[in-house]
């Protein structure tokens, strides 16, 4: 880490050096300006002119990036200095009254009287009542839509204990997949608004306890020039802080299992949540009255998840282990006003987690796996007012996580793995593999803000730059160098994987399918904003951001030195504008169009050439017995034996394919348009009516630019399965619209043919002439790959709702994802290491369709708030109608006969490059998962004790008991249903739509707090 912070800052200092000196220069040039920041003062009363004692002040500047708040003092009275010029919206609470809100322009130097007028109502004397905090306002400065889950929000909602649940409840959005993103990679995660991403392979690096969270801020549509390096959305997670009031609060919550349901059903192969426990506590307060605050907060957490039995040798419907999960969270946050212009702040986090038995199926005699996963961060911000409507910031962030998963045997024995079609399969003795996963990250970034007045029209300007550097160890390494792979058919009952000797006397093995990647990223920007206010009802907001990226790799085996893979830079381009059609700002009709370019992460060129990151994955089959359970060899010895016939290469899948990046490579980006309004409906309900189009440019993959002249296509193949009869799927034979052949092997095969080889007939379509014509001439470059496509369309109904005592959202969402890409980065959706559609043709057949993970019709609500007799909750419903998914077929030629209409036979032989790719059986997204609905109901109630509150919680997780699938395989090879066989060990769960995973089931949490 020490290596990547010095690398990171020498190549910084050239980049910021401009933004650096004008700041310079302005503090130099700077006089006092104490004088210049603004000041906020009053008093809260009631009605009857009495004093509000202890009344919360809450100031918040849009667009939430400035938080400040006090306390009234006995007389009522409250003051808060050192604020910066603009719009801010202040709240009042206080026990047992009304809140009471407004919004204030403090000008530069302005000392500011505004009292506050708030109604007490009538509440149990030892009851805190808890009130919204939902913003409804229009603000027609800001061009682009955001949601902002608040700490009131969080508190109420009955939400999974994992930031992504409160990503999920963003109109649109999903905990993962954004806007339409290509998943968790193509967001832009942040802490405390420094970027907190993936450097491997996108996505997020931290999550931090939910618990010590502020508020989650979702934005991405029409945001400003300075948010870049995503393609979906933007994800910011806002920390606590500390202020003048000592506050606390100790927190239990318990999943217990006997008040967790079980959706799990035989052949599931997924795990579900059996029972978890939490301990979560919190401080926070003044160090130095005014000046110096911090924030402590630790979660302490254990977990365990079940797993059916797919053992049939086992008795029981559950595995007699589970999933064991224990995780420690712990962070830190000090806010320092050392004076009314300058704020500092230094936040730092540790996180850890261990699992024992982590990926078990079912199909493990005992846990084979633990994994470890200790994460530390660190966040420090600087800001200061450097005079009328001017302000410098400048922050940094590191990141850095090391997950290992190691075998509970050791690495140097090898698994016993039944060999079969299912990718799940009976697994002896050991874990296949073993594996680490170590991403690190460092962030710096500045900017200057400033106010301009010309000509009628008033311009708020943003300048800054920002850069990041990280690295990404993943690793995948095979345990004993090999694994045995026994085959018995259906009969199993010989079988003991504590005595080789009854694994047979032709044992297959399997060999590479190894990643061994260190690789390590650059991110870099600047940019300019300006937001223009021409007149008192339109805005426009002109921005410009100038990105650069690069990427290194180091190869693996010491085949040589460290290099750059890939390198970039382009601009893009944004245009907002707001109009507030009435006058009033009530009705504002907001556009925005712009560029966005994806961050560079390592999975863009891991198939660099040079990289030697990838090994194929050999089935070689061994002409003896053997001898021991330990017993093993060497790459070597396998050669050598091989020579004899004792070793023989029985089917191999490629992925080790590797190019050049194209001289011609450029960063993906998405080109965004965002058209919407918004109309305030009175003073608690507000309406936005949005649609986005969005379409991905310049997809990277590994491309082989001569594949058209290279393959050569069969239509409506047959497939033939182990014995006699035809695949079936869905009560008919299975047929392949079209599968692609190497044109090597159909040279090679049709010479041995011509030869009199006696080895099969000539492929349908084809002569022995065509030796002549065909032609193989692989040219596999890393390049913006051709006829890749992505294109996204939503519109989105939206109702924001805050009262005093309660708030939330309803939203409707139609979204279209439509495309032959289900992410940014080549690869497929079936989540393997193969190279891809661009590489691999016989994967782009029927590729281009709805793509995965959007549903066409999307209903949220969500409410939260004061309920009568003194109780507090919230409500979260959703309806999903159905995310689309594509049945597929692997190619094996070990295993299966290909057949044209006219039953001329395709040689299995022809498919042994192929082994192992899928092929679409139908048409993208041409099949839908079950609609699935979901209730989940929270609900709280506190008693006031002396200084303290006490409170007990309960939440009902799937209230109606939902049991929908949301996953299943989607392979056919194995066919349609379960046969009502009894001695296929592990064979049922590999049959079509067999499950993979479902919604959680019903469950009651219970919890207790204490405030203080």
């Not at 009363?45 to 002040?57: C, F, I, N, Q, S």
């Not at 193509?186 to 405390?192: E, K, M, V």
Request: with cysteine.
């Amino acid at each position: 880490m020490t290596q990547l912070l010095r690398s990171m800052l020498h190549r910084a200092r050239g980049f910021a050096c401009a933004a650096i000196l004008l700041t310079l220069a302005t503090l130099a040039g700077a006089r006092t300006l104490h004088a210049q920041a603004a000041t906020l003062q009053g008093r809260v009363t009631d009605p009857t002119g009495a004093p509000v004692v202890a009344a919360l002040v809450d100031l918040n500047q849009s667009p939430g990036t400035l938080r400040r708040n006090a306390r009234t003092d006995a007389t009522g009275a409250y003051r808060i200095v050192g604020l910066p010029t603009g719009r801010y919206t202040v709240s009042i609470r206080r026990s047992g009254y009304q809140t009471g809100r407004d919004i204030v322009l403090l000008a530069p130097g302005e000392t500011l009287q505004q009292d506050f007028v708030i109604e007490s109502r009538p509440v149990m004397i030892d009851t805190v009542t808890v009130v919204s905090d939902n913003d409804v306002s229009l603000d027609r400065t800001q061009t682009g839509f955001d949601t902002r889950v608040t700490e009131t929000a969080i508190e109420l909602l009955p939400l999974a204990q994992d930031p992504s649940a409160a990503v999920a409840l963003t109109p649109g959005a999903r905990g993962a997949q954004v806007f339409g993103g290509a998943t968790a990679q193509a967001n832009q995660y942040q802490i405390d608004g420094l970027a907190a991403n993936h450097p491997g392979v996108g996505g997020d690096l931290v999550q931090p306890s939910l618990n010590w969270l502020e508020a989650v801020q979702v934005r991405g549509l029409g945001a400003a020039a300075e948010y870049g390096n995503f393609q979906g959305g933007l994800v910011n997670l806002i920390t606590k802080s500390g202020s003048n009031d000592f506050q606390g609060e100790f927190t239990v919550r318990a999943n217990a299992a006997a008040l967790t349901a079980s959706n799990l059903q035989r052949y599931d192969v997924n795990s579900e949540i059996r029972s978890r426990y939490d301990v979560e506590g919190e401080l926070r307060g003044p160090i130095i009255r005014n000046r110096l605050f911090y924030y402590l907060g630790g979660q302490v957490i254990t977990r365990e998840d079940r797993v059916p039995n797919n053992l049939i040798t086992r008795e029981g419907f559950y595995a007699p282990f589970g999933i064991q999960r224990d995780e420690q969270k712990l962070f830190g946050k000090l806010s320092w006003q050392p004076t009314g212009v300058d704020q500092l702040m230094v936040s730092g986090g540790y996180l850890n987690a261990t699992s024992d038995g982590i990926g078990s199926t079912g199909y493990e005699p005992e846990p084979l796996s633990r994994m470890t996963a200790p994460t530390t961060f660190g966040n420090a911000r600087y800001e200061r007012l450097l005079g009328p409507g001017r302000a410098f910031q400048i922050s940094a962030a590191t990141f850095e996580r090391d997950e290992r998963r190691e075998p509970a045997a050791g690495e140097d024995r090898a698994a016993v793995v039944l060999y079969g079609l299912n990718r799940f399969q009976p697994t002896f003795l050991n874990a296949p593999f073993r594996s680490r996963q170590a991403p690190s990250s460092a962030t710096v970034q500045s900017s200057l803000t400033w106010e301009i007045a010309r000509g009628g029209m008033r311009h708020s300007l943003k300048a800054g730059g920002e850069y990041s550097a990280g690295t990404w160890i993943d690793q995948r390494l095979r345990n004993g160098g090999m694994t045995w792979r026994p085959s018995f058919g259906r009969n199993y009952s010989r079988f003991n994987p504590d005595d080789a000797f009854t694994w047979g006397g032709v044992v297959p093995t399997e060999w590479g399918g190894e990643v061994n990647l260190n690789a390590d990223v650059r991110n870099a920007a600047v940019y300019l904003q300006d937001n223009v206010e021409i007149g008192p009802r339109l805005t426009l907001a002109p921005g410009i951001r100038y990105g650069w990226w690069e990427g290194y790799i180091t190869p693996a085996g010491d085949v040589g030195p460290r290099f750059r893979a890939m390198q970039d830079a382009a601009p893009d381009f944004r245009l907002g504008a707001t109009w507030d059609v009435t006058g009033r700002n009530d009705l504002v009709v907001k556009a925005h169009a712009g560029r966005y370019h994806q961050s560079m992460f390592a999975q863009f060129y891991e198939r660099v050439a040079g990289g030697n990151v990838f090994s194929d994955r050999e089935t070689w089959y061994y002409g003896a017995r053997p001898t021991s359970i330990d017993q093993r060899f060497t790459q070597s010895e396998r050669d050598q034996l091989a020579q004899t016939g004792v070793f023989r290469l029985q089917e191999a899948v490629r992925l080790n394919q590797t190019g050049p990046v194209d001289p011609g490579y450029r960063q993906p980006y998405v080109d965004e348009f965002v058209l919407g309004a918004e109309k305030q409906l009175g003073r608690f309900w507000k309406a936005e009516l949005v649609y986005v189009n969005r379409q991905n440019r310049n997809m990277v993959a590994l491309v082989d630019r001569n594949a058209a002249t290279n393959y050569t296509a069969f239509d409506n193949i047959a497939v033939f399965g182990p014995g006699v009869d035809q695949v079936e799927y869905l009560g008919r034979g299975l047929r392949l619209d079209r599968v692609y052949v190497p044109n090597n092997l159909l040279i090679e095969f049709l010479t041995a043919i011509a030869n009199d080889c006696q080895c099969g007939q000539v492929p349908p379509g084809l002569t022995l002439a065509d030796r002549d014509r065909l032609t193989w001439n692989p040219d596999l470059v890393i390049t913006n790959a051709p006829g890749a496509e992505r294109s996204f369309h939503q519109i989105q109904g939206v109702v924001r709702f805050g009262y005093p005592r309660f708030g939330g959202v309803i939203s409707a969402v139609y979204s279209r994802l439509r495309g032959n890409l289900d992410n940014v980065g080549g690869y497929d959706e079936t989540g393997d290491y193969s190279a891809g559609q661009f590489v691999n043709p016989n994967q782009s057949v029927n590729a281009t369709g709805l793509l995965p993970n959007s549903s066409p019709m999307e209903i949220k609500t969500w409410v939260y708030g004061s309920l009568p007799a003194a109780f507090r909750g919230g409500l979260l419903f959703s309806w999903a109608g159905g995310d689309r998914y594509t049945p597929r077929f692997e190619l094996s030629p070990a295993l299966y006969s290909f057949f044209d209409l006219n039953r001329d036979s395709l040689s299995s032989h022809l498919f042994f490059p192929s082994n192992g790719q899928p092929v679409f059986v139908e048409t993208r997204g041409a099949e839908a998962y079950p609609e699935r609905v979901q209730l989940d109901l929270h609900l709280e109630r506190g008693v006031r004790m002396g200084p303290a509150e006490w409170v007990l919680e309960l939440d009902g997780i799937n209230v109606l008991g939902q049991d929908t699938p949301i996953a299943w395989n989607t392979s056919v090879n194995q066919g349609l249903n379960y046969r009502g066989d009894t001695d296929q060990f592990g064979l049922e769960s590999g049959f079509y739509r067999a499950v993979r995973d479902r919604v959680p089931p019903r469950s009651l949490r219970l919890g207790a707090t204490v405030r203080f």
